[in-house]
């Protein structure tokens, strides 16, 4: 009996242990896959956990899974929870950026082309201005259907540059230019815009660039003055002075509003920036746009309908999201090639002449831009504040 009992004594504790065992493996499995479950943000599954497990009370399950779903946005990263803004299979910041960018571009790019087309029937007030018309009422559709708050009161003072450059300076002074010089001499202009663009970053936004982001750019600037110059575009003009004005206007706009984008959202920029203008310009333009547009033929309905809803808003959302992501001046070399897209596209639609020297050219330039887009470009550090030290000493 004695035998028995310990040899049946011995047995229940074996299974005992077997069951410890397993209840300590299956707790670890649970374990496991509740830590997957947080770095996932799943929170019903969560919710389906024993509380001993998670750690949590039922009522901190509770925040937990309203603060997941308030994201509307599940997450599908591998990387561990440590630094979850950025997840390990995602692009860096600066190449989306570049690409990002590059659409806008490409966007950019049959800008002057159509406003070459627009100027033969509309005046270039009419083309210049009233094309941020059109993209108001499209702005305040999108801003009303997405229930936006109003901008803060530091937002409208950027706001309000960004609109003077963008919506109301470059699109006048390219309008007007466009109805003296064919859209290839424009482009060629519009090239020093990238310089320019690094400058105003530089000044508004604290952006400071290596010294091979200055070299890339420089022979990316040469190489365009060098064309221009075998082109037969080096005698000045009153044109090329309104391009000038473009280039200054585009440049701050472009750097405040991608600055900007870091907080607001590139969309949100250009939408408020058209609202702004928009009463400025409704009672002065709208008026002779509606009488200019009733002779116009259905090429100059397209090229205005294009520098309307594409050059002046769409657009804009990839370019204003692609300067926030690769940063200011970075992103702003890829207008190196902006200006033989629009020769291309003048070539194509208008039937300007398109030389060999152009492909040379855009060749040198996209080498430059591709040395230059991965130099390194530092934020210029704010001055620390002695306003916690002193409040310390007193």
């Not at 009370?57 to 308030?70: E, I, P, W």
């Not at 470009?377 to 310390?392: E, F, R």
Request: charged share 10%.
């Amino acid at each position: 009996m004695k035998a028995g009992g310990s040899l049946g004594r011995a047995g229940w504790m074996r299974n005992v242990a077997g069951v410890g065992a397993r209840a300590v493996m299956d707790d670890g499995e649970l374990l496991k896959m509740s830590a997957l479950a947080q770095s996932s943000g799943d929170s019903i599954w969560n919710s389906r956990l024993p509380a001993q497990l998670s750690g949590k009370s039922a009522a901190d399950r509770g925040v937990q899974g309203q603060s997941n779903s308030d994201t509307m946005l599940p997450s599908t990263s591998t990387c561990p929870p440590s630094k979850p803004p950025i997840p390990c299979n995602s692009m860096p910041p600066e190449k989306a950026g570049m690409l990002y960018g590059l659409l806008g571009v490409c966007s950019f790019s049959l800008t002057l082309p159509a406003t070459k087309v627009v100027v033969t029937t509309l005046s270039p007030l009419s083309a210049g201005l009233g094309r941020a018309l059109i993209a108001a009422l499209l702005a305040a559709l999108v801003l009303w259907l997405k229930r936006v708050p109003l901008p803060t009161w530091a937002q409208l003072k950027q706001l309000v540059l960004v609109s003077a450059g963008v919506v109301i300076g470059f699109p006048f002074f390219s309008s007007w230019a466009m109805e003296r010089v064919p859209a290839t001499h424009g482009a060629v202009i519009i090239a020093l815009l990238p310089l320019a663009t690094a400058g105003a970053a530089a000044f508004f936004s604290g952006e400071r660039p290596a010294k091979m982001y200055w070299i890339s750019s420089g022979v990316a600037c040469l190489t365009i003055i060098g064309y221009a110059v075998f082109s037969g575009f080096s005698a000045l003009q009153w044109a090329d002075l309104a391009l000038l004005g473009a280039v200054v206007s585009a440049a701050v706009g472009y750097a405040v509003g991608g600055q900007l984008s870091k907080t607001m959202g590139g969309w949100q920029v250009i939408s408020w920036s058209l609202l702004i203008a928009f009463p400025f310009l409704v009672v002065p333009i709208a008026g002779p746009l509606l009488e200019q547009l009733q002779h116009a033929t259905w090429t100059v309905w397209a090229g205005f309908g294009y520098i309307s809803v594409v050059s002046m808003f769409l657009g804009f959302f990839a370019w204003y999201h692609g300067l926030a992501l690769g940063g200011v001046a970075r992103v702003s070399q890829t207008q190196y090639l902006q200006p033989f897209l629009s020769i291309l596209a003048a070539w194509l639609l208008l039937s300007e002449p398109f030389t060999p020297g152009a492909v040379l050219a855009a060749v040198i330039v996209v080498f430059a831009v591709a040395r230059g887009k991965n130099a390194s470009i530092q934020q210029k550090q704010k001055a620390p504040s002695t306003n916690g030290k002193t409040a310390n000493n007193k």
